[in-house]
């Protein structure tokens, strides 16, 4: 393999970089400006300092957009890393407020991701159900809502489930602060009048933030800030070293919360196609969220992962290249230097208020998806609603999990539904017609099977129940097709084809396989079941469609002719 030079691999990065679009330097300045309020909020949605969530959107973005593959691809936080992340440094028994306990999730969730891409593991993603990730997100946004109640409404609820805590704030609407309630409900008043106007409706937050930020400076409105807080240094984040005696409490919890980033990021290379044209790669993409995360950690940064929302302001603000995201990284580090003890004014109620809203547009997003599930197939409104019960009552790493089984479970299930067992017969023009799978085998004739299916064991009783009887079948061929099976088979498969092949060998008959490919005829001769059928009778699969079923026909034929 040659082997670039130093100067060659710069030049090679350089091209992979690109020159910056001027529409760039403005998406990146809109991005950095936006990732204050909705950093500092995801921050606190999950009971971390709000400070972490701008430096989240600081390294995090500028390494992210340097090596994704997924050109507009904003990676920074977002609430359901945040709250997941508060969900295993908890359940863990650390500190969340610990910067060294930070830093070492943030580094292995980095590594976790790096290493998926890596081994190109991309591909898992297409396995995790939409119905367990619409009640996944469905959860996540109701854990928003409930998250911020006290902020918005100036009452804590005395709660720690999901639900509980939405049901005691309202039960206590008495007790609710009536300054507080009142710079929450301004907030979402200005929100909901910059989206009215077109121009301003992709910059609403940032300018609710800013307008109602401003009008509680100058009345001097007294409710809690982000001063109140958290100090915010006009300064570069302080390095930050993992504390590495969390790791072995941090390990499975680290890989539940990269598979809630991976799994967020994975439909924006769909929603957000490259604008050069170029393919997009999900194991590069996470190859990319691991070293974002890698480098976050030392810098103060909590776990993050690619924004769609993010990702969304960037493309709505003119971003025509991978520089828009590296800008946003850059103006938001400069904000921070200049000005960033500026953001400690910021009421918790105007933060309280645009998390609300947060909340309230992921779920309106969702609707739709719900209602698709509900009516395609009640195995996936089920799991839909496990998911989403796991998620508002579980921790939510355990609910990751949970959700990540029932995808396998419904792939399972769905692969177990659909394979099926029919007989073909030939037709005088060379085709195939496809005809019932008879009751039994006659003898002195040749009857076809074919199998459509992935080789799962759990779908062998479902064949067996449709499978010919062969116990009085005598000098007649029994042709299995293959072709479709597109997985190696499993123990169960070669143990259940075994048993079908001595049963017909041994009422002095031939069972025939076409359609296979070289790794099943491999398996085939490690397992034994080539010398229970033959290797004269195994037709491995041509570039013709069926041309090994016509190949066996005229084989099986010649043999019922040579043994009547």
């Known amino acids: 393999m040659k082997r670039l030079a130093p100067a060659g691999l710069v030049r090679s990065f350089g091209r992979r970089l690109g020159r910056p679009a001027p529409r760039d330097v403005l998406a990146g300045l809109v991005t950095g400006l936006f990732s204050i309020p909705e950093g500092m909020a995801y921050a606190s949605i999950g009971g971390f300092n709000p400070v972490t969530g701008l430096y989240s959107g600081m390294i995090p973005t500028l390494a992210g957009s340097v090596l994704t593959r997924t050109v507009l691809m904003v990676t920074t936080l977002t609430s359901a890393i945040a709250l997941s992340s508060q969900s295993v440094l908890t359940s863990a028994g650390l500190d969340p407020h610990e910067p060294g306990n930070i830093a070492m999730l943030v580094i292995l969730v980095g590594v976790v991701m790096a290493v998926l891409g890596l081994v190109r593991a991309g591909s898992i993603m297409s396995f995790v159900s939409s119905a367990v990730m619409t009640g996944f997100t469905t959860g996540i946004a109701v854990q928003i809502v409930a998250g911020v109640l006290g902020d918005a409404t100036g009452y804590e609820p005395h709660r720690h489930n999901t639900i509980a805590k939405i049901a005691d704030s309202l039960a206590h609407i008495g007790s609710w602060h009536g300054t507080t309630v009142a710079v929450t409900a301004a907030t979402v008043a200005v929100w909901a009048v910059c989206r009215l106007v077109k121009p301003m409706a992709s910059l609403a937050t940032l300018i609710a933030l800013v307008v109602v930020t401003a009008a509680v400076a100058l009345i001097g409105v007294g409710v809690d800030t982000v001063g109140n807080i958290a100090s915010i240094p006009n300064a570069f984040p302080a390095p930050t070293l993992p504390a590495m005696a969390s790791l072995p409490e941090l390990l499975v919890g680290a890989f539940a919360v990269a598979l809630v980033a991976l799994a967020q990021a994975a439909g924006i290379s769909s929603a957000v196609p490259n604008p ?35 990702t969304g302001v960037a493309v709505s603000a003119g971003a025509q290249t991978r520089w828009a995201g590296i800008f946003a990284g850059v103006w938001l580090i400069g904000l921070v230097l200049v000005a960033g003890s500026v953001a400690e004014i910021i009421p918790m109620a105007v933060i309280g208020g645009l998390v609300l809203v947060i909340g309230v547009e992921l779920v309106a997003g969702r609707w739709g998806d719900i209602r698709l599930v509900m009516r395609t197939a009640p195995w996936s409104a089920l799991a839909m609603a496990i998911t989403f019960l796991a998620t508002t009552q579980l921790p939510l790493q355990n609910a990751i999990l949970i959700g990540a089984a029932l995808s396998l479970l419904l792939y399972c299930v769905q692969a177990s539904r659909f394979a099926k067992l029919v007989a073909l017969q030939p037709c005088d023009d060379g085709q195939w017609r496809i005809v019932d799978v008879p009751s039994e085998c006659p003898s002195g004739e040749v009857t076809v099977l074919h199998y459509a299916g992935v080789g799962l064991f759990a779908e062998i009783p479902r064949i067996d129940e449709s499978w010919p009887s062969a116990s009085n079948m005598r000098g007649g061929v029994l042709i299995l097709s293959l072709r479709s099976m597109p997985d190696v088979p499993s123990a169960t498969v070669i143990q259940d084809l075994t048993r079908h092949a001595a049963t017909v060998t041994d009422n002095g008959s031939l069972l025939v396989i076409a359609g296979i490919d070289r790794k099943f005829t491999r398996v085939f001769d490690h397992s034994g079941l080539t010398d229970v059928i033959g290797r004269d009778n195994i037709f491995e699969a041509t570039d013709q469609v069926f041309g090994a079923l016509d190949a066996a026909l005229a084989h099986a034929r010649v043999w019922i002719a040579n043994h009547k």
């Open 276 to 310: 050069d044209g170029s393919r997009p790669n999900a194991s590069g993409d996470f190859v990319a969220q691991g070293a974002a995360n890698i480098a976050g950690g030392f810098f103060g940064a909590l776990p993050t992962g690619g924004s769609l929302s993010r």
